[in-house]
């Protein structure tokens, strides 16, 4: 067994696949989990609603084919935000969550990675940030009540773009069913010391995501998907090197959108394995 996880966003996967069809794949692909995506979209929304036949059946299905849902990746809330200046937004937010927390509780998934968005389409205010505040505290006191954690991901806006952020939240809510869940290519494209904010977090750590990304500048807005391993800002030699020293014993999902690209299966691979080869490098055991 892999000393340290190695997950694949369900978006890395073709999409057409069904449930079981694509945990065989991740298998044979040569990863350990894959990370579910409740986005914003009524197709992945409409999964909170499952009946109880679906959710056995894919329960079902990671026993008899070996590979987990740990995560969920609830993204849906960049629609419906907790910050919203529309009451009925707001309440829809709530639902959201509610129904997520339940499934993961159904599904045996252990950890729903937020945004850290208090609104996205939306400015955002003073307003909007006392909201998502009073959104978030309900949402961790649901999850502590299901035995679920709720881990805010570092983020592509300033709102939420470091750990030491996120660390203003865990003081406010003081819970461990409240955690964090670092994107190293976010993390780095905001110009952060990488090394700094890991060692903040690493005791509240439910995962890392593994991606590449071109910097934030005086110039640019900076690209926060779609950049190939390598191209980008991520020192992931270094990376891997500093979660060594940290001795971080967690899991990591390889973050990728090829779920329509010619030859998704095909890129995936390459990802796994280059990432394998940057752990060697950084002396981090795989």
């Known amino acids: 067994m892999r000393k340290h996880p190695l997950g694949i966003y369900e978006k890395a996967l073709p999409k057409h696949l069904s449930w079981p069809e694509r945990l065989a794949l991740a298998k044979s ?8 995506s409740v986005d914003e979209t009524d197709e992945r929304l409409s999964r909170l609603d499952w009946s109880i036949t679906q959710r056995v059946a894919l329960v079902e299905a990671m026993m008899e084919i070996g590979v987990s849902i740990p995560s969920m990746c609830l993204s849906a809330h960049r629609r419906f935000p907790f910050g919203s200046h529309d009451e009925s937004v707001r309440e829809r937010a709530r639902e959201v969550m509610t129904k997520a927390i339940k499934l993961a509780r159904d599904l045996g998934i252990r950890t729903l990675q937020l945004a850290g968005y208090d609104v996205y389409y ?13 959104g978030l505290a309900w949402a961790v006191e649901q999850a502590a009540a299901a035995q679920v954690t709720l881990a ?4 592509d806006t300033e709102f939420m773009n470091s750990i030491t952020k996120w660390k203003a939240w865990d003081e406010r809510l003081n819970s461990p069913w409240f955690s964090v869940y670092p994107d190293i290519g976010n993390l780095s494209a905001w110009g952060n010391d990488i090394a700094s904010e890991l060692a903040l977090g690493i005791d509240r750590i439910a995962a890392i995501h593994l991606k590449d990304t071109y910097p934030v500048t005086a110039t640019s807005k900076g690209q926060f998907r779609d950049v190939p391993f390598g191209d980008g800002c ?6 891997f090197r500093t979660l060594g020293a940290l001795n971080y014993r967690g899991a990591f999902l390889i973050e990728m959108w090829t779920e329509t690209a010619a030859e998704p299966v095909l890129e995936i691979i390459k990802a796994r394995q280059w990432i394998e080869a940057k752990m060697q490098e950084g002396e981090f055991a795989c």
Not at 29 to 36: A, H, L, Q, R
Not at 122 to 127: K, L, R
Request: proline share 0%.
């Open 234 to 239: 991520v020192d992931f030699t270094g990376f």
């Open 29 to 36: 692909c040569g990863f350990d989990f894959v990370e579910m």
């Open 122 to 134: 939306e400015a955002s205010d003073a307003g909007t940030r006392e909201r998502f505040a009073e």
């Open 152 to 155: 805010v991901e570092i983020m």
